[in-house]
Structure formats: structure tokens, C-alpha cells
């Protein structure tokens, strides 16, 4: 009789148990409201498809996962040319960093009529992205800090 109580409420607490069980769901940050801003770069002697003494970026949020970005270049505080992209999607890939923590980088592809190339922002830095540009002289880069 003992046992049997024993057994009954062992069953029970397993039954209970399976079904009163979560899962662990990973919540990722929706990946364009997280980079959408005003970024800032100074000019590096590189050639670009636009000149200039200071780059800024505007990265503001469409959708859950595309951006429109204008780049403008300013020459003494003037805007001198600009690159605009509309709608571009931002891929977001999760990198585990040690056994209870993982990182967040996140990618645009560019295309327009004056230029492609690649944003870039990994957790080496912060609010940072990385521009590169593919063109007939190379590869060439700037860093894009946070405002």
C-alpha cells in the first residue's frame, strides 16, 4: 500500500515534471532597430566612389531586418556627394564567445549604381562598422564609429 502511494505519486511528479518543462529560447535583438543611427568616419587618403573629409552614415530601420543607409561626405562642413541604398537587408549571425555567452555580428550587402561593398560590425568593436569597398584599385575600408 506504501509502495503503491509511492509509486503514484512518483508517476505524478515525472508526469508533472515533462509537462511543466520549458525550453530554452535564444530572444536575438531585432537586427535593424539595433544598428540603426548616425555613424561617423574621417577620411583615410583611400579612393572612394565619393570624396571627402568626414563620412557620415544614417542607418534607419524599414523592416524588421532591412535598412535604407544614405552616406554623405562633407568637405568643411559642407556635404559634397552621397550614396544612398534603400532597403537593405541586414543579416545577423550569432557566434558562441564561452560555454554561457555568444555575440551578435551583423552584415549588409551594398549595391548601387556607384558602388558595392560590405558593412561590417563584429564584437571585436562595439557600434563600429567596417566598410569595405571592392573597386578597380582594390579593396578599400573605412571605420564607421556610433554618434
Avoid: H, W
Avoid at 571627402?52 to 559634397?80: C, H, S, W, Y
Wanted: glycine share 6%; charged share 15%; with cysteine.
Amino acid at each position: 500500500m506504501v509502495t503503491s502511494k509511492l509509486l503514484t505519486s512518483l508517476c505524478l511528479a515525472s508526469v508533472v515534471g515533462i509537462t511543466g518543462c520549458v525550453s530554452n529560447k535564444v530572444v536575438l535583438p531585432e537586427p535593424a532597430q539595433t544598428i540603426s543611427g548616425t555613424y561617423e568616419a574621417k577620411a583615410n587618403n583611400a579612393v572612394f566612389p565619393i570624396q571627402g573629409q568626414i563620412f557620415r552614415l544614417t542607418v534607419e530601420r524599414v523592416a524588421t531586418d532591412r535598412v535604407d543607409m544614405t552616406l554623405v561626405a562633407t568637405v568643411d562642413g559642407q556635404p559634397r556627394d552621397s550614396l544612398v541604398y534603400k532597403s537593405a537587408q541586414v543579416g545577423q549571425q550569432v557566434t558562441r564567445t564561452d560555454l554561457q555567452g555568444a555575440c551578435v555580428s551583423y552584415s549588409i550587402n551594398l549595391t548601387s549604381t556607384k558602388a558595392a561593398g560590405v558593412l561590417t560590425m563584429t564584437c571585436e568593436e562595439i557600434n563600429v562598422f567596417q566598410y569595405k569597398m571592392d573597386g578597380q584599385q582594390g579593396t578599400v575600408s573605412l571605420k564607421f564609429r556610433k554618434l
